[in-house]
Structures are given as C-alpha cells and as structure tokens.
Nanobody, 127 residues
C-alpha cells in the first residue's frame, strides 16, 4: 500500500515556482512530522523542510526564504511551495512522514532517518 503519494514535480526555468503535494494514507496518517528531503545522484540526501503537525517548521539553509511548507490536517496533505527556484534545486524530492519528537522533527540534519518515504518526484530547474 502506498502511504505517501507525491505530486507536483516538473521542469521550470530558474526563478520559477513549483508546488509539491504529498497525501498521507494508512498508517502514515498518524504521523506528527512530515516533510521533504531531496537527492541528486552521487550526492548525499539533503533534508529540505519539515513540519511538526502540532506547530513548527524547519528549513534547510539552502532553501530558507524561498520555500514554504504547510500542512492541511483535514486532507492529511503536506505541501511545499518552492519559489525563486535555482538550478541547484534540481533533484528527486521525497515526501517523508513518521511519529517523532518535535526536537527531532525540527532539529535539522538527518531528521528524516527511518521515516516512511514516498516514491519521489523529479524537480528540474534550467538556467
């Protein structure tokens, strides 16, 4: 059963915007921490943003001021609004979710370790 279903990836020019969405189902609906990490082949995974459903957000330094994460409790959906996209934002973006502490969820680093993943969605930004 697919518990995290992502949508919204695509190709844009630098400076453009995209919105990623991720709908949680099944056990993933009990998550209190949801967010996104991204991966480029040959590079380490990078935690992009997280939201603790009781309140609080985290953003990686590379996306602060450009990305906004939000959570719709009624729809069990987390969204990532990505503005002012740069070529270095090109990656596969994965939705992640799990139950954890606020300090882990919002603490940066590899906060998403052990979390449930979605199938990933490609974001490509051309210069």
């Amino acid at each position: 059963q697919v518990e995290l279903m992502e949508s919204g990836g695509g190709s844009v020019q630098a400076g453009g915007s995209l919105t990623l969405s991720c709908v949680a189902s099944g056990h993933a609906r009990s998550s209190n921490c949801m967010g996104w990490f991204r991966q480029v082949p040959g590079k380490e995974r990078e935690g992009v943003s997280a939201i603790w459903t009781a309140g609080g957000t985290y953003y990686g330094d590379s996306v602060k001021g450009r990305f906004t994460i939000s959570y719709d409790n009624a729809k069990h959906t987390v969204r990532l609004q990505m503005n002012a996209l740069k070529p270095e934002d090109t990656a596969v973006y994965y939705c992640v979710a799990d139950r954890t502490s606020a300090s882990t969820c919002l603490g940066g680093g590899y906060w998403f370790t052990g979390f449930r993943w979605g199938q990933g969605t490609q974001v490509s930004v051309s210069s």
